[in-house]
């Protein structure tokens, strides 16, 4: 909720306890120059597949964002919020040296590079931050050592954040504590950092509240696209291509630890990049009914863990899915709505297009994009309202409007 603090400034109190309660505020970034910084030679190493427009992907991401505003949502900016926090010096300092850590050059660049950074203002440290440092930028840093040579064929001294606007991966709001990520490849860990920056400083989200759950420099990856907060006690952690089964332990002990959440639903996805996470094939639309891509249902391996001996966790390998989903969130019957109509060539079509990724506003109200309309089709014929976006270019990184978007708060169902 937004709450006054003492001296009568507004600031958000983080509480996310269910995938569909009503919406009311998020964290987005709108997609900026890192966009212009991709080229085909460095499209799989920043893990795209094609290079988007950006004029165009910059407008349907607005339009995007209106939406969420249109129906009830605040919308904070994630480079807003750098650009505040980065106006203490000393915090200022340590992102800094943070920042400076992720290049591949000698210490001697990177101290020069250091000085560089400490004489811009917080909002051109912000474009660094994201948008990447090119070495014609500074053509005067001439190689000194083995390192600063094998590195000198790459056009960055920082490289870009290109998926930086997938707000979902860096971060996870569970309850009123946050999984800041450990990203699996290293064209996204550095998001990680920048989030954790926000997190334990701005004053926008009552930053030395905020409980955190898991360390983005922490020896397991896990992303955000693999968590669903499926109610207050029982939350879903995707194993994937992104994030690893000793996270997932990880996460599980520290919530059950805490008491507030009772089980956690650990599903194994197949380990591809058209599935990467969790949330690319399988998403909760209402409290009682999901979509799931119809492919995926069975090569799903499912397990429970919960709280066991001498603070330990319990694990138990599963056989229903379904009947896991029902027995867990206490319902008689849940619903598993097939995307692209349950046919195999549409589902399949319509998924490479992020037709599973949607993003619920409210109970039984999803945002999808607009192209994959058998998907919207069959939500609707199972009463779901759809509330469709432009994604032509936006859907050139990957990803959905659940993809894009990390809910802050929710009000209880």
């Known amino acids: 909720?937004?709450?006054?603090?003492?001296?009568?400034?507004?600031?958000?109190?983080?509480?996310?306890?269910?995938?569909?309660?009503?919406?009311?505020?998020?964290?987005?970034?709108?997609?900026?120059?890192e966009l212009e910084r991709?080229?085909?030679?460095?499209?799989n190493e920043l893990l795209f597949d094609d290079i988007p427009?950006?004029?165009?992907?910059?407008?349907?991401?607005?339009?995007?964002?209106?939406?969420l505003k249109e129906n009830g949502v605040t919308v904070y900016y994630l480079e807003e919020l750098l650009e505040e926090v980065l106006e203490d010096d000393g915090i200022k300092e340590f992102f800094i040296y943070d920042?400076?850590?992720?290049?591949?050059?000698?210490?001697?660049?990177?101290?020069?590079?250091t000085n560089?950074?400490?004489?811009?203002?917080?909002?051109?440290?912000?474009?660094?931050?994201i948008a990447g440092l090119l070495r014609k930028e500074l053509s005067e840093i001439k190689p000194q050592t083995l390192v600063d040579y094998v590195y000198e064929d790459s056009p960055f001294f920082i490289p870009p954040l290109p998926n930086c606007y997938f707000m979902r991966d860096p971060a996870a709001v569970i309850?009123?504590?946050?999984?800041?990520?450990?990203?699996?490849?290293?064209?996204?860990?550095?998001?990680?950092?920048?989030?954790?920056?926000?997190?334990?400083?701005?004053?926008?989200?009552?930053?030395?509240?905020?409980?955190?759950?898991?360390?983005?420099?922490?020896?397991y990856p896990i992303e955000g696209g693999d968590i669903l907060v499926l109610n207050k006690k029982v939350v879903a952690i995707g194993i994937s291509e992104r994030t690893s089964p000793h996270a997932v332990e990880e996460v599980s002990s520290f919530l059950l630890e805490r008491g507030e959440v009772e089980k956690i639903i650990a599903v194994e996805i197949p380990k591809k990049r058209?599935?990467?996470?969790?949330?690319?094939?399988?998403?909760?639309?209402?409290?009682?009914?999901?979509?799931?891509?119809?492919?995926?249902?069975?090569?799903?391996?499912?397990?429970?863990?919960?709280?066991?001996?001498?603070?330990?966790?319990?694990?138990?390998?599963?056989?229903?899915f379904v009947k896991v989903l029902e027995n867990s969130l206490g319902l008689d019957k849940v619903t598993l709505i097939e995307s692209g109509g349950g046919d195999e060539i549409t589902g399949a079509r319509e998924q490479w297009n992020d037709s599973t990724n949607t993003?619920?506003?409210?109970?039984?109200?999803?945002?999808?994009?607009?192209?994959?309309?058998?998907?919207?089709?069959?939500?609707?014929?199972?009463?779901?309202?759809?509330?469709?976006?432009?994604?032509?270019?936006?859907v050139r990184g990957r990803g959905g409007p659940r993809c894009m978007s990390m809910p802050l708060l929710r009000e209880e169902i």
């Open 1 to 33: 909720m937004l709450r006054k603090d003492v001296e009568g400034v507004a600031r958000l109190q983080l509480q996310v306890n269910s995938e569909v309660g009503k919406l009311k505020a998020v964290l987005l970034h709108r997609p900026g120059k």
């Open 38 to 43: 991709l080229t085909p030679e460095f499209l």
């Open 53 to 67: 427009w950006l004029k165009r992907i910059q407008e349907e991401h607005d339009r995007f964002a209106e939406t």
């Open 99 to 113: 920042l400076v850590s992720y290049m591949n050059t000698s210490l001697e660049i990177k101290k020069t590079i």
């Open 116 to 129: 560089f950074l400490r004489e811009k203002s917080p909002k051109e440290l912000v474009h660094y931050a």
């Open 175 to 219: 309850g009123d504590g946050i999984v800041i990520s450990s990203m699996k490849t290293s064209a996204r860990k550095r998001e990680a950092m920048l989030i954790k920056y926000v997190f334990k400083y701005s004053k926008e989200f009552k930053a030395h509240q905020n409980q955190m759950l898991y360390d983005y420099r922490a020896d």
């Open 274 to 320: 058209t599935f990467m996470h969790l949330d690319t094939v399988f998403t909760m639309v209402d409290v009682d009914k999901f979509l799931i891509y119809p492919s995926i249902k069975e090569k799903l391996k499912v397990y429970t863990i919960t709280r066991g001996e001498n603070g330990k966790i319990k694990v138990k390998a599963e056989e229903n």
């Open 359 to 394: 993003l619920a506003i409210a109970p039984g109200v999803v945002m999808a994009y607009n192209r994959n309309e058998i998907t919207n089709t069959t939500l609707r014929e199972h009463g779901i309202k759809v509330v469709e976006i432009e994604g032509s270019e936006l």
